[in-house]
């Protein structure tokens, strides 16, 4: 039996997958890119802001809305579809490259942060962290560390949000920026990534089905290891899955709102602080660009706090993204090893695939890209542009799934399903852009 979505004060008890989605948003997507972005275009992409925020609202409803109703992931779910495995594949490959990359940048971005105390060559501090950090959650530290680095991520998201305000921000030109318009030279390898790191990257979205199915959310709740079949639930557990699905849009909805606020606090420094200066945060300066965001407001104080916020914020991103790329590696390597008749098979080992994926994809793989190419940001962009142009593959995917899957007083409404697929539209007409824009087909 399902239990009953929880109310009034128990409500705040449930809150764990939202706060710890929203609190990962707070790395490439708004610490690097909204200032790039802000430095570069000011107020002018506020609506797109708006609605890339608004689009991921709808999509992360949908992912959630499986799980709540299920009781499992979005791989799991993918895998139960008969004869569509290649969903699966479809997901996983172009993650592989996303994964690598996008360690390989933030390790280069947090390093940055040490070469401002310290003049070494900016790959000592990449390798030493990309081993540190992969260390700690093979040996089981990870949440130890998660709890410390939460705690400092709410600070720092408090001190830029002060700051912000501090600025005095131009509101004319704020509410210029809500109207669509492309501004001049508008370069699309800058701003896919952007829209895709925002919140949250194509993998972010599937991992808030992880920690809502680890947090018990509706079906969840029972701990089976194959998806619940929600049309076979009696009356009276369906529509605890209807109080459970408004329970989750609602920890979705905080989660979106405290993570836009973050990331329009960045936009609103970047604007104010950068843009009149002309600097960007850009490869090995990128910490000494940031500590300009509160050290125009603070000062000295202010500019060595922001040196600690870029080293903290781009770390602990990438433990968090270090452990979910394992972890979702992991669970689709296992399912697609479980048509394997052999029982001992080591694909089915998920602890020791665990271990391969951080140590080997994850550490090993991210150093080797850094040592050969160098360039966080441009690591982070292409992981970023894979992103954006992903989100539409999840955002079918999840639609046809829920689609096959959810009785009809449990799937979305009409309006719900044209909104996400208009998020997902939203996503693809930006990649088509950027594939125009690199072949030459239209100017920049």
Not at 128 to 139: D, F, G, P, Q, S
Not at 151 to 158: E, P, T
């Amino acid at each position: 039996m399902i239990s009953a979505a929880p109310t009034g004060k128990e409500k705040w008890k449930w809150l764990g997958p939202a706060f710890i989605w929203m609190l990962s948003a707070a790395g490439s997507g708004e610490l690097l890119f909204t200032p790039r972005i802000a430095s570069q275009y000011g107020y002018t992409l506020i609506w797109a802001l708006l609605l890339a925020v608004a689009m991921k609202w709808f999509i992360n409803r949908e992912i959630g809305r499986y799980t709540v109703c299920t009781g499992a992931a979005f791989f799991r779910g993918l895998a139960s579809l008969q004869n569509k495995r290649w969903m699966l594949w479809l997901i996983i490959v172009p993650q592989l490259v996303v994964a690598v990359a996008t360690v390989a940048g933030l390790a280069g971005a947090a390093a940055t942060a040490i070469i401002v105390l310290i003049d070494i060559p900016l790959w000592i501090p990449v390798v030493v962290l990309t081993i540190a950090t992969a260390m700690i959650i093979v040996l089981g530290g990870f949440k130890t560390v998660e709890k410390v680095t939460t705690v400092l991520a709410i600070l720092i998201s408090l001190s830029v949000l002060s700051a912000a305000l501090a600025t005095g921000p131009d509101t004319g030109k704020m509410i210029n920026g809500l109207v669509p318009a492309i501004p001049a030279g508008l370069q699309t390898g800058e701003v896919l990534p952007w829209l895709g790191f925002m919140l949250a990257g194509a993998a972010g979205l599937m991992w808030f089905s992880y920690w809502t199915a680890a947090r018990g959310y509706g079906a969840a709740s029972l701990k089976r290891v194959q998806p619940v079949n929600p049309a076979e639930l009696s009356k009276d557990d369906q529509n605890k899955l209807k109080g459970w699905i408004r329970h989750m849009t609602f920890a979705n909805s905080l989660a979106v709102a405290g993570a836009l606020v973050i990331a329009f606090a960045f936009l609103v420094l970047g604007t104010e602080l950068l843009q009149p200066r002309g600097l960007v945060p850009e490869e090995n300066r990128v910490a000494e660009v940031l500590g300009q965001l509160l050290g125009g407001i603070w000062g000295t104080i202010g500019f060595w706090f922001m040196i600690g916020a870029v080293f903290i914020t781009f770390t602990s991103t990438m433990l968090s993204d270090q452990d979910g790329f394992g972890r979702m590696f992991t669970d689709g390597t296992a399912i697609l090893a479980s048509n394997n008749k052999r029982q001992n098979s080591w694909l089915k080992n998920t602890r020791l695939l665990n271990k391969i994926y951080v140590t080997g994809l994850l550490t090993f793989c991210p150093i080797v890209i850094y040592l050969t190419a160098g360039n966080p940001v441009g690591l982070l962009k292409l992981a970023g542009v894979i992103e954006a142009a992903h989100i539409p593959v999840v955002t079918g995917s999840i639609l046809y799934l829920n689609k096959k899957t959810l009785p009809k007083n449990l799937q979305p409404s009409t309006f719900s399903l044209a909104s996400t697929i208009i998020a997902g539209l939203f996503f693809a007409v930006f990649a088509i852009a950027y594939i125009l824009q690199r072949t030459g087909l239209i100017g920049g």
